[in-house]
């Protein structure tokens, strides 16, 4: 298994403004992946960050929007730039330490106002 | 696409009440796996099947892979109020390596 850190737990911010989130592992990982999940719904995947390459985004995730950095095998950040109330969602970023095997950060809870 | 169908999405049960959770797709997974998620907390990981018709179970939970890998069943027995939470199956694609999430079951045990 894998545990898995995230700061903020949960934080407020004003329109316009930009947040990063840090995502820490007590363990190596090749993959770490970011997701979104708004209330009461599942997850959706924001991107695939590997340590020494340019994070992969999925659909309708771009860089400018959602710049994230993976410094080291332990260690990732997701930055939501120029927010909009519209990016208030739990954020999560999760790691694969194994096949088959997939653990998750406690999240990140985002209010936009 | 692949996509999973995960039903119902909202589940509000009485407690020693029994429940089955269904993911379906048409398309075919190299595993799937269940986490449970309680509010203000990540989803965390309960159980991967990987074998066509693999059955596991954890305590008073049952999971089940279907033969041909492209559907899966949570059922519960005799629910406690410490099973509320939401449900997700997500099943492991093989062409990309990603999880693919189905839309989640919210469930409720009322004491």
């Known amino acids: 298994s894998a545990v898995i850190s995230q700061k903020p737990s949960r934080d407020i911010c004003q329109r316009g403004t930009s947040l990063t989130i840090q995502c820490q592992v007590d363990?190596?990982?090749?993959?770490m992946f970011w997701y979104r999940q708004q209330p009461g719904q599942s997850l959706t995947l924001i991107a695939t960050?590997?340590?020494?390459?340019?994070?992969?985004?999925e659909s309708g995730f771009v860089i400018d929007k959602f710049p994230i950095s993976r410094p080291n095998l332990t260690f990732s950040t997701l930055t939501v730039s120029n927010m909009s109330p519209e990016d208030s969602s739990i954020y999560l970023c999760?790691?694969?330490?194994?096949?088959?095997?997939?653990?998750f950060g406690p999240g990140t809870r985002l209010t936009v106002l | 696409t692949q996509l999973l169908e995960q039903s119902p999405q909202f589940l509000s049960i009485q407690e020693g009440e029994n429940l089955t959770v269904y993911c379906n797709s048409s398309?075919?997974?190299?595993?799937l796996q269940w986490y449970r998620q309680e509010p203000g907390e990540g989803p965390v990981l309960l159980v991967t099947?990987?074998?066509?018709?693999e059955v596991k179970k954890l305590k008073r939970l049952t999971f089940q892979f279907g033969d041909a890998r492209k559907d899966s069943s949570l059922h519960i027995t005799a629910a406690q109020p410490g099973d509320t939470g939401l449900y997700l199956c997500?099943?492991?694609?093989?062409?990309?390596?990603?999880?693919?999430f189905g839309q989640g079951t919210t469930l409720q045990v009322k004491p």
């Open positions: 999760s790691v694969t330490p194994g096949p088959d095997t997939q653990y």
């Open positions: 363990s190596q990982v090749t993959m």
């Open positions: 960050a590997n340590q020494g390459s340019e994070a992969t985004y």
């Open positions: 398309s075919v997974f190299s595993s």
């Open positions: 099947v990987v074998t066509g018709g």
């Open positions: 997500a099943g492991l694609s093989s062409n990309t390596g990603k999880l693919i």
